[in-house]
C-alpha cells in the first residue's frame, strides 16, 4: 500500500532521515518506536507529505506521491493524520470539525455527513459531545474526537504521531482501546508511539529508528523479547 | 469687528425662544459685561443655534461618517489582500505588500492625501468625499493588513498541519480554519484602528472636504469664536467613538464567551 525507496530528508545540515526503504501492506500494522530525535515522526510526516521529502521516492497505491505536479489534496484524503497536539478547531464544534473535511469535499451531503459523523462518534463513546467545542473536552476526549474526524474522510491508512504523548496518564487508555478496536476492524495503521504495551499487543511489525535510519524492524515478539541490535537493546532496556 | 458679528442676530427674525433669549442679552453683550452663564449661552447660540448652524456640524458628522465607513471597508479588503500577499511565500507578491506597508507607514498621512488629490486626482473632476475614501483606505489597509497578519500568525501550526492533512487545499484551510480563528485574535487591535481612522479622516479639512472638523472650522471663520466651534465638533467625535467602542466592546466579550461553551 506505501512503499518507501531510499528515503532522505535533511533540516538545513541536519540529516533526519537517511535512507528509509520500507514496504507497507495493506491492512498491516507497522509500530514504529524509538529515541526522541530518531526521525521517527519526520517518517511519518514525510509518508503524507507534510514533511516534504529531501531526495527519495514514496509509493501510495500504486502513484508516486513524490512525483512533481502531483494532486497531494487528493492523496491526503485517503490518509487520514492523528496528532500528539489533537489539533482539534477550536472555532467549530464536534459536529463541525468531524463534517468539516467531507462536505468541504463534497464527497456527502451536510446530512450524510452528519449522520457518519454520529457513527462514528457512537464508535468512540462520545455521541453525547457532538455540540460541544473542543476546549470543553479532556485531552482524552479531543484525542478520540480527532481520530473520529480523521475517519470520517474514510481514508485508506490512518497516520499517528505520538497520540498519547500529550494525555495525561489516566486518559492514554481511552484511546489506545480506540485505536485497537481501529486495529481490529482492519484498518491500516502507522503509529508512531512511546507505549510499548500497545506495540507488543497490536503492531504486526515493529520498526526501531535511531539516527534517521530502521535500525531494526520485526514482529513485536522479535524486536521485545530477542532484539539483535546493541542500539535497539539499549533504548528497550531504557523503556522497558 | 464684535458688531459686525452680532448684526446678522440683530436682524433675524425673533421667531423662537433662543432668539428671544439672545436678544434680552444683546445689548449688554454689545457693553461687553455678560456673566459667566450668559457669556456661555452666546457662545452657543452663535456657534450653533444661530441660523441652523447646528446643521453645519451634522453634514460634517455625516461626511465624516460616510468617509470613514466606506474607507474601513476599502481599508479591510486591501488589508485582509495585503496580509495575504505578505503570507503567501511567493516572494514577489510579499516584496509588494512590504514595500507597500513600508512607504505608507514611513510617510506623514497629510501628505499621502496631498498626493492623492494634488497629483492623481488633480487634473481630474471628483468627488471629494471619494478622494477622501481612496485616502483613508489606501492608508488604513497598510495597518489593517499587519493586525491580519499578526492575527494569521498568531494561530497554531498545528491548525494548518489538521487542515492540510484533510486533504483541504492551501486557500480552504486559510478560508475555514485559519481566518476566522484569526479575525477573532485580531479584532481588539481592527476595531482600535476603525476608531483611529475615524478620527484620522480630520485630516481631509485640510483638501477641503467638509467633514466635521472643517465644518467647526467653518463656524469658527463665521463668528471667531477660538474654542466653541472645535469643542461641538470634538464632542460629536468623542460619541461616535465612544458608541463605536461599546459596541465593539460588546461583540469582543460576546466573541470571548464562545471560547467557554
Redesign the interface.
Known sequence: MITVKNLHKHFGDLEVLNGIDQHIKPGEKVVIIGPSGSGKSTFLRCL?L?EKPTSGQIFFEGAEITAPKVDI?????R???V?Q?F?????LSVMGNVT??PI??KLMSKEQAQKRAMELLTRVGLPEKADA?P??LSGGQQQRI?IV??LA?NPDVMLFDEPTSALDPEMVGEVLDVMKRLAEDGMTMVVVTHEMGFAREVGDRVLFMDGGLVVEEGTPGEIFDHPRQPRTQDFLRKVL | MFSTLLLGAAEAVSSNIFDQWWLAIKDKALAGNLDFWENIYKEIYQNVLYNNRWMNYLRGLGITLEVSFFAALFGLLLGVLLALMRLSGVKPLEKISGVYIGIIRGTPMLLQVLIINFGIFGSIAIDRVIIGVIACGLNSAAYVSEIIRSGILSV?K??T?????????NW?TMR??VF??AL?TALPALCNEFITLIKETSILAYIALTELTKAGDYIRSKTYSAFTPYIVSGILYLVVTGVLTKLLGKLERRLRQ????
Open positions: 503524507n507534510l489534496d487528493a492523496i491526503r484524503c490518509m487520514g493524520m496528532f497536539q489539533n482539534l478547531f477550536p472555532h468539516l473535511a468541504t469535499h467545542f476546549k470543553q480527532a474526524r480523521a474522510m | 497554531d498545528g491548525q498541519e489538521a487542515g492540510r492533512s484533510l486533504g483541504l487545499s480552504q475555514l480554519i476566522p480563528q477573532k464562545g471560547d467557554n461553551r
